[in-house]
């Protein structure tokens, strides 16, 4: 494995650069939502419930300094603020939906060997989500 050196960053290996940028536990669910398009702030918001506002704009925050969200702001009363996957960020749709469908696999496979399991769910999948 060799060190890859790039500006102030430093990785061990490519997966180790994925993960920097799209690592944690919100960021993938908030790439994915803006696959279909884009967002404002609070369509997010209710589209993750679970994260809290402040975490929220930090991940948002993060993906845009990365180059993989866009933010534009209109100058209007009351101001809006919209959020869209730049072409770069278009560029881990084949990753995310590919992550998508190892999850329902992994929930299969769950459900098959323990029938009575039970996962803690935010709210129900909703069905334009599954594709």
């Not at 994925?18 to 993938?28: M, R, S």
């Not at 866009?70 to 009351?78: A, D, F, K, T, V």
């Amino acid at each position: 494995m060799s060190t890859k050196r790039h500006g102030d960053y430093v990785f061990g290996c490519n997966v180790e650069a994925a993960l920097e940028v799209i690592g944690g536990k919100w960021k993938g669910v908030i790439l994915f939502h803006l696959l279909d398009g884009t967002k404002r702030f609070n369509e997010l918001r209710r589209m993750v419930p679970n994260v809290t506002q402040r975490m929220l704009t930090l991940q948002l925050r993060e993906l845009e300094n990365d180059g993989v969200v866009h933010r534009e702001i209109y100058q209007q009363i009351p101001p809006r603020v919209e959020y869209s996957l730049t072409e770069f960020g278009r560029s881990l749709e084949p990753i995310l939906l590919l992550m998508r469908d190892w999850g329902q696999q992994y929930i299969d496979q769950i459900l098959s060997v323990r029938p009575n399991h039970r996962r803690p769910v935010s709210k129900p999948v909703r069905a334009e989500l599954r594709r």
